[in-house]
């Protein structure tokens, strides 16, 4: 069983101790508390050290809790802070701030204040002297470049001109809060600071190993901003790396992963990072052989065996090859990609669900070439295979797990070397026709764009849109006007896909409600609004304009062809039993 030492101290017993020695290791995010968070915590220890503005009313028996820091001793006999590194960080601005401010006060509880101050902030001697060329917090945090400025204010107290660092930005917000305090409180000042230090409650919880450090953070929720899966990663690869002397190269590769990964990934949740790891691991699940449609959570994966998977000299370097190819995607890169690629992987940008993205870089990873490229020609055909299926299936059976049986099959064949088929959940053409000609196809549905951009793509046409380009489902046939004159005999007409067309979103809101014969115009860029046309880049817009009118019989012919063609496509793609 691991070993602990846990002990709720105060911030002075805890800073003070003569044996405190606090690292944050390089594999540590840099520092992120902003103002709010400060705010925060300056008006938490406000109201429970004076309450209601009264320093009278305080409880000496009261005890307000911050929160846990989780160390290890590392072989050095620092504490290395696995978590708690925010808080830690904040409180010692936060003591510095206070202590300029007693340099030049003689009352003796300022002096004392001070003094008590010191201790935290720097090692002493053992008469209780403050070194002060010699800190109690240090900082290797590889992608943190502000960490020396953070370390030489601690010490002198002294703004760098000009800095904007977040360190800077929070130690002056103290400054001015401290300065209105005073204000209020002249004859209480050393109250706040000493009630800070002697009845505000840390819980310092120090492991045996950083593994079990780790393990304990992950059943631990931090009150300012917790580590992310992939910083749990980022200390094992650490300690892999150091012990082969890599930890350098280590560090370069993880800052431009980090770089790669912040611009391309928006996750709704987790960090860009853990969207990477996220798609890596599908990969992993299929040369395991792995189907089931049972996910395991993202660090529960990668802990296995005891992070085996980070712990490869490839691995590394297959993650980096894969956030480069979709940096690649991101930005359509046209030396990477043909165009008729790069179209396909516009559509799979609005796909009903992200499934298709663990699938592509199951194929990525597996068919790269050494130049880290990909065969045109197959990779084109694999990414009509998986639109088919994947934009059929959302309407066949709905739910993005319903569609992991089939999807998880067919990483497994790619791994295997064999190209993605499908073919033991190929879809009745009556039934799958029957599915798409009862389905309501309403704008809130996902997978109703998905077909409308796939079909824009259908005319031979039609170029490359920017994909930062913002695009809105157009009603040729406007539900407002259906609304006032009930001109379409069956209601259901106004989401079918005979009425939605692709259109750029500054259009769209311009076509608004208006009259065809007026829509048109707007479409073509005839009818300005402002000083410059601004014609429609959807190359069927064109065909739409050629209709002398729009009604009923255009919608219900127009969706007859959208789903013949679709299904036309199922048939190329040998998805039709």
């Known amino acids: 069983m691991s070993k602990l030492s846990v002990d709720q101290k105060t911030i002075f017993d805890l800073l003070s101790d003569r044996k405190a020695d606090f690292l944050i290791p390089d594999y540590q995010r840099p520092y992120a508390w902003n103002e709010d968070q400060c705010q925060t915590l300056w008006d938490d220890i406000f109201a429970f050290s004076f309450p209601n503005n009264d320093y009278e009313a305080f409880d000496k028996n009261e005890e307000y809790f911050l ?7 590392n072989e050095n006999g620092k504490s290395e802070v696995i978590d708690g590194q925010q808080r830690l960080t904040t409180l010692m601005l936060l003591l510095r701030a206070f202590y300029d401010k007693f ?3 003689q009352d003796a509880n300022s002096k004392q204040t001070r003094i008590n101050i ?10 209780g002297t403050a070194d002060k060329s010699t800190l109690k917090i240090g900082s290797e945090v590889a992608t943190d470049n502000d960490k020396e ?9 002294h703004v760098k001109v000009g800095s904007k660092s977040q360190y800077v930005n929070n130690y002056k917000f103290f400054q001015r809060k401290i300065d209105d305090f005073l204000q209020g409180f002249a004859s209480y000042f050393p109250y706040l600071p000493a009630r800070i230090l002697g009845n505000c409650i840390l819980l310092p919880i120090e492991a045996e190993s950083q593994d079990t450090a780790l393990r304990i953070f992950s059943t631990l929720n931090d009150r300012g901003l917790p580590l992310s899966d992939a910083d749990i990663f980022k200390a094992q690869f650490y300690k892999y790396y150091s012990g082969l002397n890599k930890k350098d190269d280590f560090i370069c590769d993880w800052k431009e992963l980090e770089e790669i990964t912040g611009s391309v990934f928006k996750p709704i949740t987790g960090s860009p990072m853990d969207e990477l790891f996220t798609r890596y691991m599908y990969f992993l699940r299929a040369k395991e052989g792995n189907k089931s449609s049972t996910t395991e959570a993202l660090r529960k994966f990668y802990e296995r065996n005891k992070y085996q998977y980070l712990k490869q000299d490839n691995t590394i370097g297959d993650i980096k090859a894969l956030a480069l190819f979709w940096k690649s995607v991101q930005r359509q890169d046209k030396d ?3 165009d008729g690629v790069l179209k396909k992987l516009f559509v799979l940008n609005y796909a009903p669900n992200g499934m298709w993205q663990h699938i592509t870089s199951v194929f990525f990873l597996r068919n790269r070439g050494s130049d880290g490229l990909l065969d045109d020609t197959r990779f084109s055909k694999f990414l009509d295979r998986i639109t088919a299926f994947i934009f059929t299936y959302a309407i066949t059976n709905p739910g993005v797990n319903a569609l992991r049986t089939p999807v998880y099959d067919e990483m497994v064949n790619i791994i295997n070397g064999n190209d993605a088929t499908f073919s033991k959940y190929k879809f009745s053409e009556a039934q799958t026709r029957y599915f798409f000609e009862n389905y309501a196809f309403t704008n809130q549905r996902n997978v109703t764009r998905s077909i409308v951009t796939w079909y824009a793509y259908t005319f031979s046409e039609q170029t490359l849109l920017d994909v930062n380009e913002i695009l809105h489902i157009e009603h040729i046939y406007s539900r407002k006007r259906q609304e006032m004159e009930g001109g379409l005999k069956s209601e259901s007409n106004i989401d079918s896909l005979g009425n939605k067309v692709l259109l750029e979103a500054r259009i769209n809101i311009k076509a608004s409600d208006y009259r065809f014969d007026d829509k048109k115009k707007i479409y073509s860029g005839e009818l300005r609004r402002g000083k410059n046309k601004d014609k429609s880049e959807i190359a069927e817009i064109e065909k739409i304009i050629g209709y002398d009118e729009f009604e009923e019989q255009q919608i219900v012919g127009r969706e007859k062809s959208v789903l013949d063609r679709f299904f036309v496509f199922l048939q190329e793609e040998e998805l039709i039993a």
């Open 118 to 127: 010191e201790k935290c902030i720097w090692k002493t001697d053992e008469f």
């Open 336 to 338: 990477r990609f043909s």
């Open 67 to 73: 929160g846990s820091i989780v160390t290890y001793k």
């Open 103 to 105: 340099s030049n006060m």
């Open 149 to 157: 400025e953070f370390l030489e204010l601690l010490r002198t107290g």
